[in-house]
């Protein structure tokens, strides 16, 4: 029999053994039933224990994420997905509503200046942050020890009340896979049902839908398999002193769904990392109203240059500040090639406009007729 023959007939044997092993497996355990061992797991006796764990539920953050819960926050690189997140977990400590003792932290975004910031805001609040490559625990360095002891804690009995944070998701996981992603999420509702919180901060794509709107940099199945997926969406420059973060809820299984938004003071050269973090509040109903309105906005602009690329090239070009222009002499202008190289119509140009007016067009009105004028504003 040659080399490659006997290969293969190994091959199909493990291929066919697991069904010829498939009864006993089924059968053979503690000598019960197939339809036994099913009944024994199913939910009907543990009524009680799960009417208490629920009893136990408290808010991680107020509103937003409860404990025995897997969470995905997601937001753009830089948007500060980790200063909201230790804003709101020390908030949440100093005000009693969870331990930090409790919170385990997985820190594997960050260089060796900002592990060690944050370790030690992590340890004044009593919290256990862990670096995967700087563990001096040989069975920890990488994330997939990580998930093992995650199961162990969880086997152990010691996964209710516990907190973990991922930061971020795709340190763990290859995001756009499938299979992977499968499993992984596993281990975390499996750790979740056992009285545990995980929370995933994951990252978004560099650029936007063609409406102006967040995408999540991942396989879409992940939204069905998390409890909760929030993204935060950033409406200031990195220049700006507070940073304004408007909640887009995609999924919440709570009773009453979030609605709001988060700001905080930028790092700059006046203000330290700590004091950023510190700073991280809920805003009011008022400033969630112009959040929206300015998020409206993005949108639209989004839209615009999506659609309509030439034509907002055009105008932001071709309008002078502080000038009025009428349609007319907007249309006019189209005639002169070196101000419309790429040949815009009237007919493309005013769709662009409709999209931007009270965005980047504001519309003023003069003379006896009301004729309307538009005036550019740089957004």
Known sequence: MTDEWSAYCDQQNQITAPTSMLKPIMTGQNGRSALDRLRNAALNDRIEELEERLAKERD???????????????????????????????????????????VIYFNEDDGARGALQKAKLGKRHGMTMVTLANSNDPYLRNTNQALDLLNAIREEGEADGKIVICDTLKKFVGVMNKGEMRDVLHVFREFAAAGGTVVLLGHCN????MDGRLIFEGVGDLKADVDNMFGLDPLNDKFAFHQELLVINEKDRSQISFEGGFKYKQTSETVGYEESVDSVEFMSPDDISDMKAKQSAQIRIGKAIAKYEDEYIFLSSAMKAHKLYSQTDLFDMLNDSEVNPNGCTKKMLRSCMELLKVNNLKLERKGAHGKKYYRWIPM
């Open 60 to 102: 991680v953050i107020p509103g937003m994420i409860t404990t025995g819960t897997v969470t995905l926050v997601y937001a753009p690189s830089g948007a500060g997905k980790t200063v909201w997140i230790l804003g709101n977990l020390f908030q949440s400590i100093r005000n009693n509503l969870i331990k930090g003792s409790d």
């Open 206 to 209: 560099k650029h936007r839908s």
